[in-house]
């Protein structure tokens, strides 16, 4: 099992430019989700997923899109990208229904720049 | 709501001493509480978790936690430091009812002296 893979690890922007960041799974997992992680604040979520075809927003969800047509990916777009969104963004994945007593796995991150 | 409080941005200890890292939570429910881990330039890995169970829970290389739900705390402990220890702590609360959505602490920083 390669767990949860992420591409591309660094990537430099642009304002103004759009891109995608991939997030792929081996593991079967129903549940998906993609944070972002600030110096001094720990992780914050922007979009979480409990399975195909349905998708929720986290806590800072503006300026981000996702979909999930299968289990196993979990795209997150960034529409126009701004200086804000300079961050490490990392995708996780849990078993069944993700609910609070599951082990999240993450995977090895994306540091993103916004010029 | 839910919320988490790392005591402390950066512990340092030495090598072969105890570690001792904190963490206050705030929640309307039963908690489920985890500690993660990040070491430099990689993915979190999860050490233990609480979900009411036992209150003292024991993870992975030789960490353990202890729920104390009259002083809303989950500080994470280990009885002898290796420089391996050294990495990026993140204590995480969820409510067991609802969400989805896990909430992370500030982090506490572990430097590990030889």
């Known amino acids: 099992n390669a767990g949860v893979t992420q591409t591309p690890k660094f990537q430099v922007l642009k304002t103004g430019q759009s891109m995608t960041l991939q997030c792929a799974q081996d593991?079967?997992?129903?549940?998906m989700s993609w944070y972002r992680q600030d110096p001094g604040m720990g992780l914050r979520l922007i979009h979480y997923?409990?399975?195909?075809?349905?998708?929720d927003q986290g806590e800072v969800p503006n300026g981000y899109n996702v979909s999930r047509s299968t289990t196993e990916d979990f795209p997150l777009r960034l529409l126009s990208a701004a200086p804000s969104q300079t961050s490490v963004y990392f995708c996780?994945?849990?078993?069944?229904?993700?609910?609070?007593?599951?082990?999240?796995?993450f995977g090895p991150g994306t540091r993103l720049t916004v010029l | 709501a839910q919320s988490v409080t790392q005591l402390d941005s950066h512990v340092s200890v030495s090598e072969g001493t105890p570690v001792l890292l904190r963490c206050n939570y705030s929640?309307?429910?039963?908690?489920?509480l985890f500690w993660y881990v990040q070491h430099p330039n990689k993915g979190l890995q999860l050490l233990l978790k609480?979900?009411?169970?036992?209150?003292l829970v024991k993870g992975i290389n030789g960490f353990e936690a202890e729920f104390k739900k009259s002083e809303t705390s989950f500080h994470l402990t280990k009885p002898s430091a290796h420089m391996s220890d050294a990495a990026e702590y993140f204590c995480?609360?969820?409510?067991?009812?609802?969400?989805?959505?896990?909430?992370f602490g500030s982090g506490t920083r572990l430097l590990v002296r030889p």
């Open positions: 996780a994945s849990s078993p069944s229904s993700g609910k609070g007593w599951d082990e999240q796995f």
């Open positions: 997923s409990v399975g195909a075809g349905i998708t």
């Open positions: 929640s309307s429910y039963s908690p489920s």
């Open positions: 995480v609360v969820s409510d067991l009812d609802s969400s989805y959505k896990l909430i």
């Open positions: 609480y979900t009411s169970a036992a209150t």
């Open positions: 593991m079967n997992h129903e549940y």
